[in-house]
């Protein structure tokens, strides 16, 4: 049942691009498909609780039947008054049903007995990433300073297959810093290390010089912003939408303004009739990416963090919008450590540091002149487009 459920909401959560592909039958029939072995054991269920509740109408009946066969004797043979017989009758088919009754919840017994093991099972996980708001160290003036010191790493779900192998690079407080590399080779992994979803097995990720596992979860995730290639926007007003980007204090409707000025935004959204009031839709539906993508950069400007994350977020857009959520992106940039995971090579070549990564590890770093004097990997990249081996 839960695959099936995935399915469909897999399929409505993407169903332009299954109508676009002409794929609607497939996933009816691998829906149809995935209910088809629950429907099989709710069949053997409804087996189990027809003959439960067969036996639960059977002891009322076959009681009911013995109370009175046994009461008439006892009137004819030993003179018991019949009032007697009746009471005795009486409690006797009530607490029957109730047996009988109890007797057809046993299916539900096993069933709440393995999902309440399951719930305090995971009641019970201590997960090896502390999200306590107390523990873990919290600074004032952070800085964003980030080194990534020997970092080897294996997902826990894929443990045949080290990720990251040695992965050495740093970035000084309002650097940026590019990873460049082709798919697959860890860039993401890198920057979640960063976010603390996952810790390093070896090595280690330095915050301001302090080793990320030592640190204050929820306090170094307010510290980063992030733009990523498919902004997430909520089902409600423009303004609410770039609020979200701070939660911990009320941001006031001038804040919103400005970053949405400096994320090119504001002249586009006083073109609408409802301003800054104007609904999205459901995940922002109603606007084009780059539209959706500058919205995304002003929330991220309204966190004011100190590092910011750029994934891709401009790979996904044409020529004319990505020029115009580029410039926002600089804006964006200020005075802000960045880490930027780029695969048009255009928007890092003024990265303070390029570093390409290949097999999980940083093969060349610098800047993009020094790279292309060079003529390694980044050259060949550059000049042919060659992947990176
Ligand atoms: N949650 C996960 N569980 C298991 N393996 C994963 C997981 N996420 C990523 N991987 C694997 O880790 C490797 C590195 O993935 P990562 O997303 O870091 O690559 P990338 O360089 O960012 O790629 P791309 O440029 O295509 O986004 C890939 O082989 C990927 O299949």
Known sequence: MEEAGQVSSEALAN????????????????????????????????????????????????????????????????????????????AVVVSGAALGRASSFTPDYAKAKSAAAHFFKLLDRVPKINMSHT???????????????????????????????????????????????????????SVQLLERFYDPDEGQVLIDGRPSLRVNVPFLRSQIGIVSQEPVLFGCSIAENIQYGDNTRSVSMEEIVEAAKKAYLHDFVMSLPNKYETQVGVHGSQLSRGQKQRVAIARAIVR??????????????????????????????????????????????KADIIAVMSNGAVIEQGTHDKLMAEKGAYYKLVTTGAPIS
Not at 156 to 173: A, C, E
Request: hydrophobic share 40%; aromatic share 10%.
């Open 135 to 189: 523990e873990g160290e919290k600074w004032e003036n952070f800085r964003g300073e980030i080194k990534f010191v020997d970092c080897k790493f294996t997902y826990p779900t894929r443990p045949d297959v080290q990720v990251l192998n040695n992965l050495v690079v740093s970035v000084k407080p309002g650097q940026t810093l590019a990873f460049v590399g082709s798919s697959g080779c860890g860039k993401s992994t």
């Open 304 to 349: 004011n963090p100190k590092i910011l994350l750029l994934d891709e977020a401009t790979s996904a857009l044409d020529t004319e919008s990505e020029k115009i959520v580029q410039c926002a992106l600089n804006e964006a940039m200020k005075g802000r450590t960045c880490i930027v995971i780029a695969h048009r090579l255009s928007t890092i070549q």
């Open 15 to 90: 169903i332009r691009t299954i109508a676009g592909l002409a794929n609607e039958n497939s996933f009816v029939e691998s829906y149809e498909e995935k209910l088809e072995p629950p429907y099989k054991s709710a069949k053997k269920r409804a087996n189990v609780y027809g003959l439960c509740f067969g036996f639960a109408q059977c002891v009322i009946f076959m009681s009911n039947a013995a109370s009175f066969r046994y009461g008439g004797y006892l009137v004819s043979a030993e003179g018991l008054h019949y009032m007697m017989v009746f009471r005795v009758i009486s």
